[in-house]
């Protein structure tokens, strides 16, 4: 009976390191180069880890660390050469609000992605956690047309990407083709012409202010309200030019292959007020939007979330208006003062956001008066676990699943912005930003993972 017991107890133990290791792997396969030099690497190896308690703390209200040892670790810290001469730093406590530690808080920095964390934050609060985005099919204005309609959803998938089983599921291209080819033969329609409408958005497709670079080397798509795969042409991350057009084509082809016979043409065309629908497929909800978002350091889908805060909030669906858009939302969350952003993904280096801003950010949306922000919460890598953060933290492993952050790259710009327990169980939220970083890759990002770990340590 022992022996049958220990044989038993063996099976579940190695059954749960199953479990973990698999779920590890999901989450962080799949590297994607997101619009810096910021990348989701592999997971390393399983790490035994042997703790005696659990990895975050409960309740997150414990004592708060003592100032003098917090001040003294960071400000050390803070001198590090890699981070270069302009370095700004906050930690703030999420119960009370208070500024727990401050160093050049109030300096507006080059925040790099960590603006996804603005962009991600107004989402949630303008357009709610459970919205979808929609892409359509509608009949045209002469028999026998029927026009794509872009709903602003990047995350529309070819059958190349759904089949990668990425989370979250996105909706599919196939299954729209499919839906609008058995609508059409249920009417008796087996031919049609095919038109595009991406007016949803408007302005330029690339923000002034972006390195002519961006689009070439895979790190955004020019955007539009129609695309598939976030404008990608292969599973290395080459971007096409123009990804409605690619977007229709493809379409076009899986309508093809269901049987509907497509005269060519590609034109664009906006489709009548009032047009009956045929077809329709929806993105997964705007919580799972904003954590992939978030995780993975998407730019083309924080570009769409911000156009989409443009439209909820009255304003033209581009780089400017989504601009405008966000600032309305986070001044009704008090949340507005030390945020100035161009666009929605951080690529732009004429953004600024101070140190106190971001991490108070963070603190509003970790709160438990604003549920329907936690999903930045979940969204937020996890220090040498999964996505930006999946390859950091190695030189202080102490860390490892304590802090879950945002991290942002551009050339000469680091930061770090997120949450953590002290050692004693209290939740606070900090943000650390330099922006005069001398070259020396890794370096920064190293000195960064020390600050987040000292107040972990705290």
Same mark, same amino acid.
């Given at each position: 009976?022992?022996?049958?017991?220990?044989?038993?107890?063996?099976?579940?133990?190695?059954?749960?390191?199953?479990?973990?290791?698999?779920?590890?792997?999901?989450?962080?396969?799949?590297?994607?180069?997101?619009?810096?030099?910021?990348?989701?690497?592999?997971?390393?190896?399983?790490?035994?880890?042997?703790? @005696?308690? +659990?990895?975050? =703390? #409960?309740?997150?209200?414990? !004592?708060? /660390? %003592?100032?003098?040892?917090?001040?003294?670790?960071? $400000?050390?810290?803070?001198?590090?050469?890699?981070?270069?001469?302009?370095?700004?730093?906050?930690?703030?406590?999420?119960?009370?609000?208070?500024?727990?530690?401050?160093?050049?808080?109030?300096?507006?920095?080059?925040?790099?992605?960590?603006?996804?964390?603005?962009?991600?934050?107004?989402?949630?609060?303008?357009?709610?956690?459970?919205?979808?985005?929609?892409?359509?099919?509608?009949?045209?204005?002469?028999?026998?047309?029927?026009?794509?309609?872009?709903?602003?959803?990047?995350?529309? @998938?070819? +059958?190349?990407? =759904? #089949?990668?089983?990425?989370? !979250?599921? /996105? %909706?599919?291209?196939?299954?729209?083709?499919?839906? $609008?080819?058995?609508?059409?033969?249920?009417?008796?329609?087996?031919?049609?012409?095919?038109?595009?409408?991406?007016?949803?958005?408007?302005?330029?497709?690339?923000?002034?202010?972006?390195?002519?670079?961006?689009?070439?080397?895979?790190?955004?798509?020019?955007?539009?309200?129609?695309?598939?795969?976030?404008?990608?042409?292969?599973?290395?991350?080459?971007?096409?030019?123009?990804?409605?057009?690619?977007?229709?084509?493809?379409?076009?082809?899986?309508?093809?292959?269901?049987?509907?016979?497509?005269?060519?043409?590609?034109?664009?065309?906006?489709?009548?007020?009032?047009?009956?629908?045929?077809?329709?497929?929806?993105?997964?909800?705007?919580?799972?939007?904003?954590?992939?978002?978030?995780?993975?350091?998407?730019?083309?889908?924080?570009?769409?979330?911000?156009?989409?805060?443009?439209?909820?909030?009255?304003?033209?669906?581009?780089?400017?208006?989504?601009?405008?858009?966000?600032?309305?939302?986070?001044?009704?969350?008090?949340?507005?003062?030390?945020?100035?952003?161009?666009?929605?993904?951080?690529?732009?280096?004429?953004?600024?956001?101070?140190?106190?801003?971001?991490?108070?950010?963070?603190?509003?949306?970790?709160?438990?008066?604003?549920?329907?922000?936690?999903?930045?919460?979940?969204?937020?890598?996890?220090?040498?676990?999964?996505?930006?953060?999946?390859?950091?933290?190695?030189?202080?492993?102490?860390?490892?699943?304590?802090?879950?952050?945002?991290?942002?790259?551009?050339?000469?710009?680091?930061?770090?912005?997120?949450?953590?327990?002290?050692?004693?169980?209290?939740?606070?939220?900090?943000?650390?930003?330099?922006?005069?970083?001398?070259?020396?890759?890794?370096?920064?990002?190293?000195?960064?993972?020390?600050?987040?770990?000292?107040?972990?340590?705290?």
């Amino acid at each position: 009976m022992r022996r049958e017991r220990w044989v038993a107890l063996v099976t579940l133990v190695l059954l749960q390191i199953f479990v973990v290791a698999a779920g590890a792997h999901l989450i962080t396969s799949g590297a994607l180069v997101k619009g810096e030099s910021e990348r989701v690497a592999p997971a390393p190896p399983p790490v035994p880890v042997i703790t @005696a308690g +659990p990895v975050l =703390a #409960a309740g997150g209200n414990g !004592p708060l /660390p %003592a100032k003098g040892t917090l001040a003294g670790r960071l $400000t050390e810290a803070l001198g590090d050469p890699a981070l270069g001469g302009s370095v700004g730093a906050a930690v703030i406590d999420v119960e009370t609000g208070a500024v727990l530690f401050g160093s050049h808080e109030v300096k507006g920095i080059t925040p790099a992605s960590t603006t996804k964390v603005v962009t991600s934050v107004a989402s949630l609060a303008s357009l709610g956690p459970d919205t979808r985005l929609s892409t359509r099919v509608v009949r045209g204005s002469s028999p026998g047309s029927i026009i794509l309609v872009g709903g602003g959803d990047p995350t529309l @998938a070819s +059958p190349r990407t =759904a #089949a990668s089983q990425v989370y !979250p599921r /996105p %909706a599919s291209l196939a299954t729209l083709a499919s839906r $609008t080819a058995r609508a059409l033969k249920a009417a008796g329609t087996s031919k049609v012409t095919v038109a595009y409408d991406d007016s949803l958005y408007v302005g330029p497709r690339t923000a002034a202010s972006w390195k002519p670079g961006y689009v070439p080397e895979g790190s955004v798509a020019p955007v539009t309200a129609l695309m598939v795969d976030e404008g990608r042409v292969s599973s290395g991350g080459q971007r096409t030019s123009d990804p409605s057009r690619a977007a229709h084509g493809a379409f076009v082809s899986l309508l093809s292959k269901y049987g509907i016979t497509v005269s060519k043409s590609a034109r664009r065309s906006a489709a009548p007020a009032g047009a009956q629908e045929i077809a329709r497929v929806e993105s997964a909800p705007v919580y799972a939007l904003v954590e992939r978002a978030l995780t993975l350091s998407d730019n083309d889908l924080s570009e769409a979330l911000a156009r989409h805060v443009a439209i909820k909030e009255g304003e033209p669906a581009s780089f400017d208006g989504g601009a405008r858009a966000v600032g309305k939302v986070l001044a009704r969350l008090d949340a507005g003062k030390g945020v100035l952003v161009f666009d929605g993904s951080g690529l732009s280096p004429r953004n600024r956001i101070t140190p106190e801003a971001l991490a108070r950010l963070v603190a509003v949306a970790t709160s438990p008066a604003n549920p329907g922000l936690n999903p930045i919460v979940s969204g937020m890598p996890v220090a040498g676990f999964s996505g930006t953060l999946g390859h950091r933290f190695d030189k202080t492993r102490s860390a490892y699943g304590l802090v879950r952050a945002k991290t942002g790259t551009l050339d000469g710009v680091n930061t770090l912005a997120g949450m953590t327990t002290t050692r004693a169980g209290r939740l606070v939220t900090f943000a650390f930003m330099a922006d005069d970083v001398p070259p020396g890759w890794g370096k920064a990002e190293a000195a960064l993972d020390r600050l987040a770990a000292a107040v972990a340590a705290s």
